[in-house]
């Protein structure tokens, strides 16, 4: 069993910045694939970024490439989602997932229970 919680979400304007956090406690870290996802209200979860066991790989979804950056850190049981350049179509429920390699969320087997991210206009 993994247990995740995300913190860093809120409030910010079109433009600027948010860092979330995602820690883990459980089962050994490493053995995980970590993945980022989001649901906006009225739509399903869409994946968005994941890093690889020990952060070699990292694939992230077209809309946010070039502005989302994964990243973790094993020492600290930690992933991180850096998000620049937010726009309020990034506005959704952002979750952190452990799994396997894979944009669907079938490919991951513990979740967090979400941080509110709102970006306005």
């Known amino acids: 069993q993994v247990q995740l919680v995300e913190s860093g979400g809120g409030l910010v304007q079109a433009g600027g910045s948010l860092r979330l956090s995602c820690a883990a406690s459980?089962?050994?870290?490493?053995?995980?694939?970590m993945g980022w996802f989001r649901q906006a209200p009225g739509k399903e979860r869409e994946f968005v970024a994941q890093?690889?066991?020990?952060?070699?790989?990292?694939y992230a979804t077209d809309s946010v490439k070039g502005r989302f950056t994964i990243s973790r850190d094993n020492a600290k049981n930690t992933v991180y989602l850096q998000m620049n350049s937010l726009k309020p179509e990034d506005t959704a429920v952002y979750y952190c997932?452990?799994?396997?390699?894979?944009?669907?969320?079938?490919?991951?087997?513990?979740w967090g229970q979400g941080t509110q991210v709102t970006v306005s206009s």
């Open positions: 997932a452990a799994g396997w390699l894979g944009t669907n969320v079938r490919n991951y087997d513990y």
């Open positions: 459980g089962r050994t870290f490493v053995n995980y694939v």
């Open positions: 890093i690889t066991w020990r952060g070699s790989r990292t």
